[in-house]
């Protein structure tokens, strides 16, 4: 057996397609989407995701809003720019790239978010909503990668309902998160959440239908570790020095696992394009919401 590919590229450019098309309605109506990130220091990586988001905007009609600080940059100044973007009809959501400097406080300047502008899906206010809501549609977005696994199986007809999902790593991103995501009653997985302090690790892979590894530990999950017809995510991101010097970046997920996978989502390739369209899909409700109510607001002022 060698697993099928679970194709993140090819399936995120189909969502981009379907989300031009709710763009240009947006725009018939005198509605633009806008994306607005803010980018703290000159780390290499941010940037470059950063960049890459923008890229994805000016490929749907989605307008780009780029704010930048240095690195020296306090937390008030921080704050004075995510209360400009709050406040910007412009801008229908946006993100603050993380990781911040270590002199801010990284939980006060996300709960500084305006919630219906969270382009993340990670405010406070919107997990709470997700924890509180187990079926049926929500007036709030998603956390991007959690709905980007689930959409990416969902687009090539691998079904969830009933299968042992194991989620390894408790990131704020991903791992806490995956759990409320996927026990929804539209996907009706179970869910295991396993982390450093797990003891039964191996045995959970063994019995697992469906892994997503987002632990952030090069090749963690060994092929003899999971069992035949496994639907593997690899989600971690690792660099790694080799003994030629050079570094390279590496997922959780042993390759050769994909000899016992029936499906498998490659690093990269897999899950990091639809964590990337699913924030354009956010930032395209947040806008499609405010129509709806500037339309009713319309009518209440026209009676």
Same mark, same amino acid.
């Given at each position: 057996?060698?697993? /099928?590919?679970?194709?993140?590229?090819?399936?995120?450019?189909?969502?981009?397609?379907?989300? !031009?098309?709710?763009?240009?309605?947006?725009?018939?109506?005198?509605?633009? +989407?806008? #994306?607005?990130?803010?980018?703290?220091?000159?780390?290499?990586?941010?940037? /470059?995701?950063? &960049?890459?988001?923008?890229?994805?905007?000016?490929?749907?009609?989605?307008?780009?809003?780029?704010?930048? #600080?240095?690195?020296?940059?306090?937390?008030?100044?921080?704050?004075?720019?995510?209360?400009?973007?709050?406040?910007?009809? &412009?801008?229908?959501?946006?993100?603050?790239?993380?990781?911040?400097?270590? =002199?801010? *406080?990284?939980?006060?300047?996300?709960?500084?978010?305006?919630?219906? /502008?969270?382009?993340?899906?990670?405010?406070?206010?919107?997990?709470? !909503?997700?924890?509180?809501?187990?079926?049926?549609? #929500? *007036?709030?977005?998603?956390?991007?990668? +959690?709905?980007?696994?689930?959409? @990416?199986?969902?687009? =090539?007809?691998?079904?969830?309902?009933?299968?042992?999902?194991?989620?390894?790593?408790?990131?704020?991103?991903?791992?806490? +998160?995956?759990? @409320?995501?996927?026990?929804?009653?539209?996907?009706?997985?179970?869910?295991? #959440?396993?982390?450093?302090?797990?003891?039964?690790?191996?045995?959970?892979?063994?019995?697992? *239908?469906?892994?997503?590894?987002?632990?952030?530990?090069? =090749?963690?999950?060994?092929?003899?570790?999971?069992?035949?017809?496994?639907?593997?995510?690899?989600?971690?991101?690792?660099?790694?020095?080799?003994?030629?010097? /050079?570094?390279?970046?590496?997922?959780?997920?042993?390759? &050769?696992?994909?000899?016992?996978?029936?499906?498998?989502?490659?690093?990269?390739?897999?899950?990091? +394009?639809?964590?990337?369209?699913?924030?354009?899909?956010?930032?395209?409700?947040?806008?499609?919401?405010?129509?709806?109510?500037?339309?009713?607001?319309?009518?209440?002022?026209?009676?």
């Amino acid at each position: 057996m060698t697993a /099928k590919v679970l194709d993140g590229k090819a399936t995120a450019a189909a969502i981009k397609e379907e989300l !031009r098309g709710r763009v240009a309605a947006l725009a018939e109506r005198g509605h633009t +989407p806008g #994306l607005g990130t803010l980018l703290v220091g000159e780390d290499a990586g941010s940037q /470059k995701y950063v &960049a890459g988001k923008h890229r994805d905007c000016a490929e749907v009609g989605i307008e780009s809003i780029q704010r930048e #600080l240095p690195a020296d940059a306090t937390e008030e100044q921080i704050l004075d720019v995510v209360r400009e973007l709050n406040e910007d009809p &412009a801008c229908t959501g946006y993100i603050v790239q993380l990781p911040l400097p270590k =002199h801010v *406080d990284t939980q006060k300047v996300l709960e500084a978010i305006d919630p219906d /502008k969270d382009a993340d899906g990670l405010h406070p206010m919107n997990l709470g !909503r997700l924890v509180a809501s187990v079926g049926g549609e #929500l *007036d709030s977005p998603l956390p991007c990668t +959690p709905a980007g696994c689930v959409e @990416l199986l969902r687009h =090539h007809g691998v079904e969830l309902a009933g299968k042992h999902v194991l989620v390894i790593g408790r990131g704020v991103t991903i791992g806490r +998160p995956a759990g @409320l995501v996927l026990t929804r009653r539209e996907v009706n997985a179970t869910v295991t #959440l396993a982390h450093t302090g797990t003891t039964n690790l191996d045995e959970l892979l063994a019995s697992a *239908d469906v892994v997503i590894a987002a632990a952030g530990s090069a =090749h963690m999950v060994k092929p003899d570790q999971v069992k035949e017809g496994v639907i593997v995510l690899d989600v971690g991101v690792s660099r790694v020095t080799g003994e030629d010097g /050079k570094s390279r970046v590496l997922g959780d997920v042993d390759p &050769a696992v994909k000899e016992k996978a029936a499906w498998m989502a490659p690093n990269p390739g897999g899950v990091g +394009p639809m964590t990337r369209v699913m924030l354009l899909a956010n930032v395209v409700e947040a806008a499609e919401r405010a129509a709806e109510d500037d339309g009713r607001a319309g009518e209440r002022v026209g009676a």
